[in-house]
């Protein structure tokens, strides 16, 4: 499985963006999906996870406020970040894991993941 991740870029705090997660090699609904995220200098840490039977998950810091859905006529996930906070700032990177249809589980450690996108930078600043 190849991921694309993009969509990042600058926004002022409470601002929104919409990252985007395009896969190839497999369809989403055999995939459970991660969105992880990273600061320099700190540990990466878990944000979002789609299960490929649609079963979600979301980090306390993000709950409210990020929305994680997928098209699968696209093969794309999408992270809808609304309210976005300078805490918010990271590289954000999507991951897969190869599970097949109708798995309702959530994979919360990135060690789980197969794959991985290349990262796209958030950065939230007035």
């Known amino acids: 499985v190849q991921l694309q991740a993009f969509g990042g870029g600058l926004v002022q705090p409470g601002g929104y963006l919409r990252l985007s997660c395009a896969a190839s090699g497999s369809t989403l609904d055999t995939l459970a999906i991660g969105w992880f995220r990273q600061v320099p200098g700190k540990v990466r840490e878990g944000v979002s996870w789609?299960?490929?039977?649609?079963?979600?998950h979301y980090a306390s810091s993000v709950q409210d406020r990020f929305t994680i859905s997928r098209d699968n006529s696209k093969n794309v996930v999408y992270l809808q970040m609304n309210n976005l906070k300078p805490q918010d700032t990271a590289v954000y990177y999507c991951?897969?894991?190869?599970?097949?249809?109708?798995?309702?589980?959530?994979?919360?450690?990135?060690?789980?993941?197969?794959?991985w996108g290349q990262g796209t930078e958030v950065t939230v600043s007035s």
């Open positions: 789609l299960s490929s039977d649609g079963n979600i």
């Open positions: 991951a897969s894991k190869a599970v097949g249809y109708g798995s309702y589980v959530i994979y919360i450690q990135e060690v789980e993941y197969d794959s």
